[in-house]
């Protein structure tokens, strides 16, 4: 058994210590927001936030998470989609098929919680997270709008 903290919920999960944090996000407590991408920590689209830090899900092991720390995914972002990231996204339609744009938000939300005005070399250098249709352009201006909005560091 391990005992997670998501979303600021406190919920026990029946897990081998070895398995991947997204897929116990994903299978045992719902939350499908949260992509499997690539499996090997390369793509991003399992990017979920531990303490305000983004972390790729995937190569995570559940029983690196202490119950006292918090998992952030993107459902608890925002549960009404207000964010300021979530609001830009959708006000420069970034996504094309969408399947990555989950992990990029959080991606994007962490690096705003640490650098709140960043430049397109900022981003470039901490947005590693990999988008197929190659949306990139509107992710930095989207990123940027987010960043002119009052509350663009904050997790709901």
Same mark, same amino acid.
């Given at each position: 058994?391990? $005992?997670? #903290?998501? +979303?600021?919920?406190? $919920?026990? &999960?029946?897990?081998?210590?070895?398995?991947?944090?997204?897929?116990?996000?994903?299978?045992?407590?719902?939350?499908?927001?949260?992509?499997?991408?690539?499996?090997?920590?390369?793509?991003?689209?399992?990017?979920?936030?531990?303490?305000?830090?983004?972390? $790729?899900?995937?190569?995570?092991? &559940?029983?690196?998470?202490?119950?006292?720390?918090?998992? &952030?995914?993107?459902?608890?972002?925002?549960?009404?989609?207000?964010?300021?990231?979530?609001?830009?996204?959708?006000?420069?339609?970034?996504?094309?098929?969408?399947?990555?744009?989950?992990?990029?938000?959080?991606?994007?939300?962490?690096?705003?919680? #640490? +650098?709140?005005?960043?430049?397109?070399?900022?981003? $470039?250098?901490?947005?590693? +997270?990999?988008?197929?249709?190659?949306?990139?352009?509107? &992710?930095?201006?989207?990123?940027?709008?987010?960043?002119?909005?009052?509350?663009?560091?904050?997790?709901?």
């Amino acid at each position: 058994m391990a $005992r997670l #903290t998501i +979303n600021g919920e406190v $919920r026990d &999960v029946d897990a081998d210590p070895d398995t991947p944090l997204l897929w116990v996000i994903r299978e045992q407590v719902g939350l499908t927001g949260t992509k499997f991408g690539c499996g090997i920590a390369q793509c991003g689209a399992c990017t979920v936030h531990i303490d305000g830090v983004a972390i $790729r899900s995937c190569a995570m092991p &559940v029983s690196a998470v202490a119950p006292e720390q918090r998992i &952030v995914t993107i459902e608890g972002l925002s549960p009404d989609g207000s964010h300021p990231l979530q609001k830009a996204w959708a006000a420069l339609d970034v996504p094309q098929c969408g399947y990555c744009q989950t992990g990029m938000i959080m991606a994007a939300a962490g690096l705003l919680q #640490t +650098n709140p005005k960043p430049s397109d070399d900022d981003i $470039r250098a901490e947005i590693t +997270n990999i988008c197929r249709c190659g949306t990139y352009n509107r &992710v930095r201006a989207a990123i940027k709008l987010a960043a002119k909005g009052a509350g663009a560091t904050q997790e709901g």
